[in-house]
C-alpha cells in the first residue's frame, strides 16, 4: 500500500481543516488507518485509528471532541478533519496503514507511512 497525505496548511487557532490520505493498492478497505503527527523536536505520536470498516474509531485524549477521523473505502482515502485547531497542533501529520483488525496508537504496530503534510496553527 502507498499512502499519500495532503491538505496541510496554515490556520489561525479555531480554525479548521480537513487532511485527506489516498491510498494506492486493491487492498485498501483490509487495513486499519490512522494518523500520526510530529512536531519539531519530538516524538511522534498518535492521532486516531479507524477500523477497516469505518465502524470503530480510536483518538487521542488531546484531540478527543475536536477532530473526526473517516474513510470512504470506494476512494481509497482516510480523512482527518480537524476543528477548533490550537497552536500545539502544529506539526507534519503522517497518514498509517496497519493490517490488524486491533486499532492500536502504537506507531510500531503500523507498517506502511505515507509522506507527511505540514498542519501549522498561528496564535
Known amino acids: 500500500v502507498q499512502l499519500q497525505a495532503f491538505g496541510g496548511g496554515l490556520v489561525q487557532a479555531g480554525g479548521s481543516l480537513r487532511l485527506s490520505c489516498a491510498a494506492s493498492?486493491?487492498?485498501?478497505?483490509?487495513?486499519?488507518m490512522g494518523w500520526f503527527r510530529q512536531a519539531p523536536g519530538k516524538e511522534r505520536e498518535f492521532v486516531a485509528a479507524?477500523?477497516?470498516?469505518?465502524?470503530?474509531?480510536y483518538y487521542a485524549d488531546s484531540v478527543k471532541g475536536r477532530f473526526t477521523i473517516s474513510r470512504d473505502n470506494a476512494k481509497n482515502t482516510v480523512y482527518l478533519q480537524m476543528n477548533s485547531l490550537k497552536p500545539e497542533d502544529t506539526a507534519v501529520y503522517y497518514c498509517?496503514?496497519?493490517?490488524?483488525?486491533?486499532?492500536?496508537?502504537?506507531?510500531?504496530?503500523?507498517?506502511?507511512w505515507g509522506q507527511g503534510t505540514q498542519v501549522t496553527v498561528s496564535s
Open positions: 479507524i477500523s477497516w470498516s469505518g465502524g470503530s474509531t
Open positions: 498509517a496503514a496497519d493490517p490488524s483488525p486491533v486499532l492500536s496508537a502504537s506507531r510500531y504496530r503500523y507498517d506502511y
Open positions: 493498492g486493491r487492498t485498501f478497505s483490509s487495513y486499519a
